[in-house]
Each structure stands twice: as structure tokens, then as C-alpha cells.
């Protein structure tokens, strides 16, 4: 029976290796591997729990080596330590779901913290996908004993608010608190369990919250302000988790009843996160984040700054990643068509202001991945 979670550390150097060894071997079983084919071979054959990754390896790089671990196994938690970090590389590992990004040398508390956190993440994550698979159990009954799509999906409601409070209560007993520095982890783990069942949603919260957090940044948010817009970032799509799957991922045009339930979603969305209790800009930011600035968004039909400030940035953001992202329907689009796409929307879909950020964080990003 297995009683350590299992760690898989790849490096190419034989110090960093058996530092981390040395370093973890009371708590966890330790593999090691020095090149990424070595890694492969024992992911394989071995229930890897997490990986500490070097990037730069001869042979297959660790860019290549966390592309064949997500798709072999994409529960595999991954903490990228490098000793030669760029803003393309955390880039890059951002939007692939890493755990976490250690520069070299590291401290040793911090690696033991980070390591630890990532391993009640995962168990976490484990705890809310047996909830969901029972969750999609009980949604499939009642889909055979359902005429009424509508009707469905308002019993399918009920269901789901139950899931999150069960899920909650299995979270503060885990000091997951509102008040505690994990309360965020588990709204992102939360968030990237629902994304993970489609893998072309799969870290799109993760990728939101980072674009959120630039605009934030250029806008001088404070603190807290960063902080509620991170867990509304995380949260936005939550009430996708009431949609039919069928609906979500389906590559023709939507029907006018399939339209009208996907657009349900903000407000579901509310309604699965009351408790939570988080706070009301969050709540906004979550209903609000579909407006759009001349008035003709859903579901309130907001114009302008009526728009919380919240919303408006994570409607950004969120387009950003979907433009970025392939879809059933579409390959992800040029950055240059992506700023033609946000001029044509500025005044229209997007705050103008905040169209002007985003067209100046998207230079910067190419300026420094070209």
C-alpha cells in the first residue's frame, strides 16, 4: 500500500539531483532521472505524484519533457527549477499549469514549502474529481429521465451548489480557509479540476488570472484589490460546471435554446459560489464578466463603468487566452490579428482604456519572446 507520494526529480546535473534527494527523502519516495527520456521511462512504469524540472537539458529540453508529461498525464504536478529563467520560459511554463517556478540556487525551506503545497493540491485536486465523476454520474440520470432540456438544467443546479459545499467542508477541514494563505490554491485548484474534463479549457483560468494580474499592475491595483480580482479570475467560469458538455465543446453553430443556457452560466456561476462566501466585487466580477461596454452583453445588460471595474478587466483577459487558445472550431489566432481583433471591439465589446493595456502588455510579451 502506498503511503509516500512519489517525486520524480530531473536534472541533468548530479549535484541538484541528490540535493533534492537528500532534502525530500524523509518525506517522499524519490526518483531521479538526468535527461527527459530517462523521466519518460519512469512516468511510465512509476505513479509519479510530482516533478521538479530543469529546463535547460541536453538532449529533449524541459519544455519539450512538460509537454510529454501533460499530455501523458496532465494530474502529474510539475515545479519548474531552473537556473537560467527568462520571462519566455515563465511564460511558457505558466501556460502549461506548472505548479510553481524556482529559480536556482534555491532555499531549501522554500523548496520543502512549495513541494508540500503541491502535494495537498493534488490531493485536493484527487478529492474533487471523485465529487465531479459522481456529480456527472447523477447528471446522467437525470438526462435519460429528463424530456426538458431547461428543466434539466435547473434540477442539474441544485445537484451542483451541493458539490461545492461538500466540497467546501472537505477544504476548511483542510484549513483551505478563507482567511488562510491556501484559501486561494483551492479556488485555483477548483477552477483547473473543472477546466482539466476539456483540453481546450484546460489551465484557461490559470492563463485569465495572469492577464488580469498585468492589467492590474499597470492600473496599480493594491493588494487586496489583486487579491479579489485573482479569485474572481479563477472563479468566472465556474458556472460552466452546469452547462451539458455537449453544448460546451460543440464545434457547429448553437442553436437559439443552446445559446440561451450557455449564457446562463454567469449567473449559475453566482449561485455556485455563495458558499464560498467570497465578496460582493467578486460576485459581480463573476455575474458581469459577459458585459459589454455599449450595453449589449448579458445578463444585465450593463454599459460603460456601470461595468464593475473587475468584470471588465477579466473580459479582457478572458479573450486574450481564447484568441490565443485552439478551439474545436478554430486554430488560435495571430498576435497581430488579435489586436485588430481588440481595436475593432474597443468602445464596443472592451473598456477603451483597458484596450490601450492590453495592446501595450501584448508588445511587450512579443518584444521579449522574439
Known sequence: MKTQPNILVVDDEQGPRESLKMILRNDYLIFTAKNGWEALDIIHYETIDLVTLDLKMPGMQGTELLKEIRDFNSDIEVIIITGCGTLKTATEAIRSGVSDYILKPFDVAEMRSVIKRSIEKKSLNKKQKILISELENILLEEKKNQDDILTSEKNNTVVLIDLIRETLKYSIHNKFQRDDTYYLEFIKVLANTLEGQDRYTRGHSDRVNYYSNLIAQKLLFTSHEIEELQI?????????????????????????????????????????????????????????????????????????????????????????????????????????????????????????????????????EKNFIS
Do not use: C, W
Open 232 to 364: 474572481a479570475a479563477f472563479l468566472h467560469d465556474i458556472g460552466k460546471l452546469g452547462i451539458a458538455k455537449d453544448i460546451l465543446v460543440k464545434e457547429d453553430e448553437l442553436t437559439d435554446t443552446e445559446r440561451h443556457i450557455l449564457r446562463q452560466h454567469p449567473e449559475k456561476g453566482v449561485e455556485l459560489i455563495g458558499p464560498l462566501r467570497v465578496s460582493p466585487n467578486i460576485i459581480a466580477a463573476v455575474r458581469n464578466h459577459h458585459e459589454s461596454f455599449d450595453g449589449s452583453g448579458y445578463p444585465d445588460h450593463l454599459k460603460g463603468e456601470e461595468i464593475p471595474m473587475l468584470a471588465r478587466i477579466i473580459a479582457v483577459a478572458d479573450t486574450v487566452d481564447a484568441m490565443k487558445s485552439e478551439r474545436p472550431y478554430r486554430k488560435d489566432l495571430s498576435m497581430d490579428e488579435i489586436k485588430g481583433e481588440f481595436k475593432r471591439a474597443s468602445g464596443i465589446q472592451f473598456d477603451p482604456m483597458l484596450i490601450k493595456i492590453i495592446l501595450q502588455i501584448l508588445d511587450e
